[in-house]
């Protein structure tokens, strides 16, 4: 009954579609991704319970003069695609909604809205599909602007967690200065975020074993950025108030602790030259909509957004050792207080007509980022912390790029890339050993006449640890700009388990036009961690088919 | 399945026509505020949707700027409009001018144009004339910037 009156919300929303098209005041979005898995002995059979799967998105946007209107349907047949989180499995559902109202001064939302309060340390909400991300605040937000230096946002709302929203309200408020001058740019900010969650603690034998528990949470935020010239620094802190630990899911009612995050960026770039490096602390900063859902493996119910700050790797064996940042505090299994560390990358224009720049010049690109667990004394038999301000305990990533790209003629690109890497498995994802790897890989783009083109890569990665050596190839071929094929393997031949030599190999074409894009492949799927955005899921192993569809009107 | 089959049929069936450019706010590459309509109003210009981390999205940029010179003389005009969010903002200025590219540089870093154009995967180029968007093309190929410089002398 309820895909009936869905049908007719779709048919009236068409219909007025067409009735507005003249004005084209109507958007809509359409995302579609199914597949099919098969039984495989090398990811193993599938013993899930519904071969096929789709996530389907239709998204429809109205505006009307001042006003806008949006509804995103959702439907995840017959089930949501493998490793999405279960409270997604719904055939058909409305996902998110709003009404807004703008004016030069004041915009209004009510619904589903997403916000960012400055580098989003303190508080994002956004939608990725690749990850199953859509933390998206249901309630109300006003945003007023008093005049073009200045900004306050004021908002309230619960978390969308699947098809419901969060137990926990948050209350935001968010203010931008504009201070620059001609010869300098300025801008400061600050924000406060607080989390109300009146949750029965799992000890509730006496009033002591609740002492520390208090239903509201908060978090305040001030921020700076100056730019002059050529250089430019940033600044942001954060403190939070006493936030309960969270065990396996369990809130510990007697336990609770401050957290605090410290990022400093800064800058010097010129014509053909640029530098940039970060520094971030974090300590106990991650917060969710409900406390319980800390540490969850589905990335539902996140209020801030604490990125891996390393470099998102272009290939796919450099995507097999992948950190994510380790913000949470946890005595059990692991003792853990945060993260420290840095990031520095280089843009390097070798200049045209020298012995290294060649006709064209030469690009050379430089990434070097150190992580490391937040140095701290751990009582953990008490769990009691001290924790130290600028000390580096265990290294959990280290990763150097090197990438050269350099255009050869008209009609050939190389692309070089060289990395090292040590990535500390153990602590990062709570199992076991520590890898170093060197990873090398060459890309080679061609184009022919009338825009056909290819593009082709190698790729090998040499370890002694883990699951020993890698090599990869992948092979694009282009007969016009919207008509694609390809074909790739990732082979592990370097296993020190023979069992497990495997190949994961992937092909397919896509066909684009007008921006919409229609994709078909059949490969396996590498058990392990998928990022966008240095925010990983994991996921498991398997072989299918899939299609994909975007369309946008 | 078969209502979700109907859903894609009628969505795609609708006949479309041009779409008008949201005029959001969005931020200079210092991260100060800036109205996009100021950058768009009363003219043509190529719109292009990228991230430092995204291989095809740099290539198609660095194939436009070796010939930006030629171009501009004709009338072309670029905006790239960064899709960083936090993670990878800071490497947005450091790589536009490592590049020494000759772009007007938007950052949006919660994609908020995104979500308004409805288009989910980058490299994501439209074509804006007077507001309208008359042209779009998403992914990117070698030499498919080559179409994209084509359609803007067509449509200019």
Not at chain 1, 346 to 363: A, D, W
Not at chain 1, 391 to 411: I, S, W
Not at chain 1, 438 to 449: G, L, M, R
Not at chain 2, 49 to 72: H, K, M, R, S
Request: hydrophobic share 35%; glycine share 8%.
């Amino acid at each position: 009954m309820h895909f009936k009156k869905y049908i007719f919300t779709i048919l009236f929303l068409v219909s007025f579609y067409v009735y507005s098209q003249s004005s084209q005041k109507l958007n809509i979005g359409l995302e579609t991704i199914m597949q099919y898995y098969v039984d495989d002995p090398v990811t193993g059979n599938f013993n899930g319970t519904n071969r096929f799967r789709s996530n389907n998105y239709f998204k429809f946007d109205y505006n009307v003069s001042k006003f806008s209107f949006g509804l995103q349907l959702e439907s995840y047949y017959s089930q949501a695609l493998l490793n999405y989180s279960p409270h997604l499995d719904k055939k058909i559902g409305i996902g998110t909604y709003y009404a807004a109202y703008k004016n030069k001064k004041l915009a209004v939302t009510l619904g589903y809205y997403y916000e960012q309060f400055g580098s989003g340390l303190i508080l994002r909400s956004w939608e990725d599909r690749q990850l199953g991300i859509n933390n998206a605040l249901r309630g109300i937000r006003l945003k007023y602007y008093p005049t073009n230096k200045l900004n306050f946002t004021i908002l309230y709302g619960q978390q969308r967690v699947g098809f419901k929203v969060s137990e926990g309200q948050i209350f935001g408020f968010d203010t931008n200065f504009d201070a620059s001058s001609e010869q300098i740019s300025l801008l400061m900010g600050l924000s406060y975020v607080g989390r109300y969650q009146n949750f029965k603690p799992l000890y509730t034998i006496d009033a002591d074993h609740n002492r520390d528990f208090n239903p509201l949470t908060s978090a305040i935020s001030g921020r700076i950025n100056i730019a002059q010239g050529h250089i430019y620094a940033n600044l942001e802190g954060v403190w939070k108030s006493k936030d309960n630990l969270v065990e396996l899911g369990n809130i510990i009612g007697n336990k609770a602790f401050y957290g605090n995050a410290l990022q400093l960026e800064a800058g010097y770039s010129k014509k053909g030259f640029g530098f940039t490096t970060t520094f971030r602390r974090l300590e106990n900063m991650t917060f969710y909509a409900d406390r319980q859902a800390n540490g969850n493996t589905y990335n539902e119910l996140i209020i801030n957004y604490l990125p891996a700050l390393t470099r998102q790797q272009d290939y796919s064996l450099a995507n097999i050792y992948v950190y994510s940042a380790q913000a949470k505090l946890s005595f059990n299994p692991l003792n853990k207080a945060g993260e420290i560390g840095y990031q520095t990358d280089i843009y390097y224009k070798i200049p045209k007509k020298t012995f290294l720049g060649g006709k064209y010049g030469t690009m050379v690109a430089l990434n070097i980022s150190n992580w490391y667990g937040l140095a701290a004394d751990f009582l953990t038999p008490y769990k009691r912390i001290n924790t130290k301000f600028l000390t580096f305990g265990k290294a959990y990533f280290k990763d150097f790029t090197l990438e050269v790209r350099k255009k050869l003629n008209k009609n050939n690109k190389m692309i070089y890339t060289f990395i090292h890497s040590y990535y500390n498995k153990a602590m990062v994802e709570e199992t076991q050993g520590e890898v170093k790897s060197n990873v090398v890989a060459a890309e080679w783009s061609h184009k022919f006449t009338g825009y056909k083109s290819m593009r082709a890569e190698l790729q090998h990665l040499w370890t002694k640890e883990d699951k020993g050596n890698w090599a990869a190839a992948l092979a694009e071929f282009n007969f016009n700009t919207h008509l694609g094929i390809f074909m790739g393997d990732m082979y592990n031949y370097g296993n020190p388990d023979e069992n497990h030599q495997n190949h994961y190999y992937n092909f397919g074409g896509s066909y684009t036009k007008n921006g919409n894009r229609y994709a078909v492949s059949y490969g396996r799927q590498r058990e392990g961690l998928l990022c966008v955005g240095g925010v990983c899921r994991v996921v498991s192993a398997a072989t299918g088919f899939t299609f994909s569809a975007n369309i946008s009107f | 399945m078969k209502k979700i089959v109907i859903l894609i049929l009628l969505t795609t069936s609708i006949t479309f026509g041009q779409k008008k450019l949201p005029n959001l706010k969005l931020q200079d590459i210092n991260g100060k505020p800036e109205s996009l309509y100021n950058f768009t109003k009363n003219k043509t210009l190529v719109l292009s949707f990228w991230a430092t981390w995204c291989g095809p999205c740099v290539n198609e940029l660095d194939a436009i700027a070796d010939q930006y010179e030629d171009l501009q003389d004709n009338g072309f005009e670029l905006i790239a409009i960064s899709m960083d969010d936090s993670r990878t903002k800071s490497r947005v200025k450091a790589l536009v001018n490592g590049k020494d590219w000759p772009y007007t540089i938007l950052l949006d870093p919660n994609q908020s144009l995104k979500r308004h154009l409805n288009f989910a995967n980058i490299p994501y180029v439209l074509i804006v004339k007077n507001g309208e968007i008359v042209y779009t093309h998403s992914g990117y190929n070698p030499g498919s910037e080559e179409e994209i410089i084509e359609k803007f002398k067509q449509l200019k």
